[in-house]
């Protein structure tokens, strides 16, 4: 824009584009829509279950004979695809459930395919909702401190991709932060025939506060520790930010994600500044999403005026996707 044009007030009235609600329609850029939206699903062993998640009101955990009727009503409302986690029956120290064409996630994503094959269906890969110590991947030990084995846990994340993709998955999204995932979940997914299948990388992934009610949702709370060596530091730069995109990219990464998406609107707009042609998403996560919960509960903030202004926000920073819990809510608003 150019801000050195001599027109000036009283030539210039920015409240003429703000004075009728068909112009400010018009003038409008950004406009929620169900379409653009991706809805996180938790799905858990068992039957007849549909469990609610306390600090998450709105959602639940559900069996995997719950899930086609579920997929049917999130398919009416034209939302955009499921983001689902399993939560196994039984976990371990490597979080083999994640493997087995038989673990929670083979069983959901064959479900979801038969109930609505249409349905845009991705999965979370990661070890942490797997392993009973609740880390990224397999730990080991070096120079007394126990951590994520980096390169071990590779291989494994790319036998969990194809594993899922076996099973049913349309798009995998990593998000355990471990260098190198994209490319060896490529690798892996190439080898087995399946070069068609796009990768959603949590490329910029903070290590957040915001996402305790989802560790309520998994069970997935680290039994010690943190995750502050692998998910990234919220007092850094956007700069690291833009290394981690380029890093996914190279390795063969299709849509980038940057998460958490409220406080982090400075990386989702920077990003977008430097990688314009990649699609782009944002994860509007549990903290986020119940935050706005529990106030409007209260009656201290409308619930929908305030979703939408952060989707809004959120879409307007670059966003061109969005994983949200809010998913349905705002299908229901829109088509209002
Ligand atoms: C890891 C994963 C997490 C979330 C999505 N994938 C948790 C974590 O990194 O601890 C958090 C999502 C949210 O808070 O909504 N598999």
Known sequence: MDFDTPS???????????????VRALVQEVKLSASKLILPLFVCSGTQVRKPIVSMPGHEQISVDQLGAELLQIQALGIGGVLLFGIPHKKDAKGCDSLSSDGIIQQALRAAKKATPEILVITDVCFCEYTDHGHC??????????????????????RQAVSHVEAGADMVAPSGMM??????????????????????????????????????????????????????????????ALREVALDLAEGADIIMIKPALAYLDVIAQVKDRFPGVPLAAYNVSGEYSMVQAAAERGWIDEQEVTSEMLIAMHRAGANLVVTYAAKNVARWTTQ
């Open 137 to 158: 991947g397999v730990l080991s030990e070096s120079s007394g401190q126990t951590d994520v084995d980096n390169d071990a846990t590779l291989e494994l994340l790319a």
């Open 8 to 22: 000036s007030f009283p030539t210039t009235r920015m409240r003429r584009l703000r004075y009728l609600p068909a």
């Open 179 to 240: 260098d190198g995932m994209v490319g060896a979940i490529r690798k892996g997914l190439d080898h087995s025939g399946y070069q068609h299948v796009p990768i959603m990388s949590y490329a910029a992934k903070y290590a957040s506060s915001f996402y305790g009610p989802f560790r309520d949702a998994v069970e997935s709370t680290p039994g010690s520790g943190d995750r502050r060596t692998h998910q990234m530091d919220p007092a850094v730069a956007a700069g690291q």
